[in-house]
């Protein structure tokens, strides 16, 4: 059964930094991809960035340049490293897994609070 945890959110101000952290277990990830999302008050979940397999990475245009995502496949960890925060940034981000098509594994969420 896969499992992802999310660790590493909290409360900063507007210009810090924040990683994340999504650690998954419950059978080898070779081949699979994983994503950052994100879901604000009153909002739909929104794509953030995502890594697969062969590291290739894609950001949404309103965090590239800001935004790292990087995966240590020997710990089966997933970091995403936020820096220049703004209030914008506030949301639950939530990790994602797939083997193909759509993400269909996901982490229970950790707040981030961004205050200006």
């Known amino acids: 059964q896969v499992q992802l945890v999310e660790s590493g959110g909290g409360l900063v101000q507007a210009g810090d930094s924040l990683r994340l952290s999504c650690a998954a277990s419950g059978r080898t990830f070779s081949g699979w991809s994983m994503g950052w999302f994100r879901q604000a008050p009153g909002k739909r979940r929104e794509f953030v960035a995502e890594?697969?397999?062969?590291?290739?990475?894609l950001y949404a245009s309103s965090v590239k340049g800001r935004f790292t995502i990087s995966r240590d496949t020997a710990k089966n960890t997933v970091y995403l490293q936020m820096n220049s925060l703004n209030p914008e940034d506030t949301a639950v981000y939530y990790c994602?897994?797939?083997?193909?098509?759509?993400?269909?594994?996901w982490g229970q969420g950790t707040q981030v609070t961004v205050s200006s």
């Open positions: 994602a897994a797939k083997e193909t098509g759509l993400y269909n594994y």
């Open positions: 890594i697969v397999w062969s590291g290739r990475t």
